[in-house]
């Protein structure tokens, strides 16, 4: 048996000496207790295959011996061991060739790597889980090929939207300009007959030269309400936040205004700060509180009554079984007016005949209030009844960010 150091022996790492056979000839007391021996002639003269799991004996014969052979040392190799218990040590093993007393020898070191080969195993079972799952995720794939063939499907639609909202810009523009101007100038050669030629004329005649004067300035009319209604696509304003109550409060001022000598019992509760485009709130309530005074009642003062509640509203405005829920304001305008019958709620907020006999705007405020509402994301209902009055009902999100 070969003596060693008692510095050697308990060293914090295996020692193991064979000769040229394979045979242990020297073992450390460190090495013995990391193989669960309690004496060393358990494992002296027994070969070192004796140590190694059958794979680490493969490579023992195949690599590890040979490249001592050849080179007299080996660095860094790999090997897995089995303890007395069973249980398996993984080792890293430096060796060197050397010659004692004619005879060659291989002395080892073997130094455990328990948490790494925990750290590998690890790494090695996330990367197979890893891939696993990418296999299976058949319908992720194709989720990604479907968002990206969408995608340029949007990308085109988008193309397309913006084609569209200029083509309506200069058919605007050609409508609040160019056709303007042909009719103010019908109109104003209309009423130069008449007022040449009035005594020669038969009355019939010039009734219909005023008739003309009348249509023209319908048409005007129509042109304006055309104009503002399809400037609505292109927005120039910024949101912003402001109040409510102030905005209201300014839109019946100028919707009573242009009434002239109207007598209105009007009450609106205080109302929340609200994010949106100002002028064109203020142009819905406008529109609204001029509907309920033109169709206002004979016989009675009109009344006009508006109230909020801050409500929880589903912001999903198209897609189906789709909820998403945010805090909107609910807000119901309310008069005593003479009502009208409603055969189709969808068909109130179209433009459809918007100038009647006596050049009023029919519908025409409920279509541009419907326009403002969606810009806002929000809804807009009607519901009436003939000589029962009218209520208006809005739904406006409190913010207009983003959803996250």
């Not at 193991?16 to 669960?36: H, Y």
């Not at 129509?222 to 109550?245: G, K, P, Q, T, Y």
């Not at 109230?307 to 789709?322: A, E, I």
């Not at 008069?335 to 519908?363: P, V, Y």
């Amino acid at each position: 048996m070969v003596q060693m150091s008692e510095d050697l022996d308990y060293a914090p790492c295996g020692f193991l000496e064979i000769d040229a056979s394979g045979t242990i000839t020297a073992i450390n007391a460190t090495f013995l207790d990391l193989l669960s021996y309690s004496e060393k002639n358990e494992i002296i003269g027994q070969h070192i295959e004796k140590l190694f799991t059958i794979a680490s004996r493969i490579f023992y014969q195949t690599h590890f011996f040979p490249l001592v052979q050849l080179h007299g040392n080996a660095q860094e190799i790999f090997f897995t061991l089995k303890a007395k218990s069973g249980e398996r040590l993984e080792v890293i093993c430096n060796a060197v060739s050397k010659t004692r007393a004619d005879t060659k020898i291989i002395q080892c070191i073997f130094i455990p790597i328990t948490e790494r080969g925990k750290y590998e195993r690890e790494l090695l079972s996330a990367r197979r889980r890893a891939e696993e799952a990418l296999e299976k995720n058949i319908e992720l794939n194709q989720a990604k090929k479907e968002l990206e063939l969408n995608s340029l499907v949007l990308d085109r639609k988008i193309s397309q939207l913006k084609q569209v909202n200029a083509d309506i810009t200069q058919f605007s523009k050609s409508i609040s300009h160019d056709i303007q101007e042909p009719i103010r100038k019908i109109a104003v050669l209309a009423d130069r007959i008449v007022v040449e030629v009035a005594g020669s004329l038969p009355a019939a005649r010039i009734e219909d030269l005023e008739k003309i004067n009348r249509e023209c300035k319908n048409l005007r009319q129509l042109i304006i309400f055309l104009d503002r209604f399809i400037s609505l696509n292109n927005v120039a304003e910024e949101m912003s936040l402001f109040s409510l109550s102030e905005a209201i409060l300014s839109a019946f001022h100028q919707a009573a205004g242009q009434a002239g000598e109207v007598h209105v019992a009007f009450n609106a509760e205080e109302l929340p700060i609200i994010e949106g485009y100002k002028s064109q709130i203020a142009l819905l309530f406008m529109n609204i509180i001029d509907n309920s005074i033109k169709f206002r009642s004979e016989d009675r003062l009109l009344s006009i009554h508006i109230t909020g509640d801050v409500v929880q509203h589903n912001t999903y405005r198209v897609l189906k079984n789709k909820y998403r829920y945010a805090e909107f304001l609910k807000i119901t305008v309310s008069d005593n007016g003479k009502g009208f019958l409603i055969k189709n709620e969808e068909e109130i907020f179209r433009l459809q005949k918007l100038i009647n006999d006596h050049g009023q705007a029919l519908g025409f405020g409920l279509a541009l209030s419907k326009k403002i509402v969606d810009n806002h994301f929000g809804n807009i209902s009607v519901a009436s009844t003939i000589g029962g009055g009218t209520i208006v009902t809005i739904f406006l999100p409190l913010s207009q960010q983003e959803p996250q």
